[in-house]
Every structure is written in C-alpha cells, then in structure tokens.
C-alpha cells in the first residue's frame, strides 16, 4: 500500500509530481513504475490485488511507453562484479535472484502487453548501442 500511496504523490504533487509536468508539456521519465511494483511484489502479496491497486487506480499515470531494458542475469552479474568491490554486492545481487525478478518481469510485461506500449530492449551492447535503441523506441511516439 505504501509504494501505491507513494506513487500516487509522485503523479497528482502539486508542486513537483508527473501531471504538473506533462501538463507543462514537459516529458517524464521515470526508472521503475508499477510494472516494478509487480514483478518484485506481486509474489508476496498477491498479483490481482496490486494490479488493481495500480491499474484501477484513476490518480496513477499509464505511460505512453514502458521500456524494459533485458539484460541476462549472468551478462548482469559481470558488469556488477566488474564495476564494484565485493563489499558493494547487495544481497539481492545474485544470478538465482535476477533470473526469478527478470521471469516476474516477463510474466507481468505479458499480461500487459495488449493493453500497454510495452517495449523490451536488450541491453547487451555497448552504452551507446543501447542510447540508439532506447532513442528509436521513444521516437516512434512522434
């Protein structure tokens, strides 16, 4: 309840949440979303109860895209042991957890997928090669 509360104040704040800035004409860009929400959530509690807290909600925002960057857990344990010390691994930094998040990620972008902009980006390329396809996917908006 409280990461919906909390994004619910992320979209309707009047001085710094989503719609001000839409309605401002400006673009919003958030990491993570409800579709986090239910991938890492949904488990624990319930998969329908959070969808509806979050897709019923009328204050909660449905993106005009939804970018999911896919990335295999083993390429994704490589670059964290290839960036940071042993000593800045977080406990949930391991392949056997990435492989579960990254399935719920998939099973809850499927069951939006015929109603949501949903678009899955492999991210296994240089920074630049993933910039290009992130910028074509957003461009096909306009």
């Keep these: 309840l409280l990461f919906t509360a909390d994004r619910i104040d ?4 009047d001085e710094d949440g989503i719609n001000m800035h839409v309605d401002k004409g400006n673009t919003v860009i958030c990491d993570r979303y409800y579709y986090s ?3 890492y959530q949904g488990v624990d509690v319930g998969m329908e109860w959070l969808r509806s807290l979050n897709l019923d909600c009328e204050d909660i925002r449905k ?12 390429k994704s344990m490589e670059r ?3 960036n940071r010390s ?13 492989t579960s998040i990254r399935k719920r990620f998939y099973n809850c972008l499927e069951s939006l997928k015929d109603s949501e902009n949903i678009v899955v980006i492999n991210a296994d390329g240089t920074i630049d090669e993933v910039a290009e396809k992130i910028e074509k996917a957003v461009m096909s908006l306009y």
Excluded: G, K, R, S
């Design 80 to 82: 964290i042991y290839a």
């Design 63 to 74: 993106p005009d895209m939804c970018i999911f960057l896919d990335l295999a857990p083993e």
């Design 10 to 13: 992320h979209n309707v704040n």
């Design 86 to 98: 042993a000593d800045q691994i977080e406990i949930y930094e391991t392949q056997d957890y990435l």
């Design 37 to 39: 929400t239910l991938a």
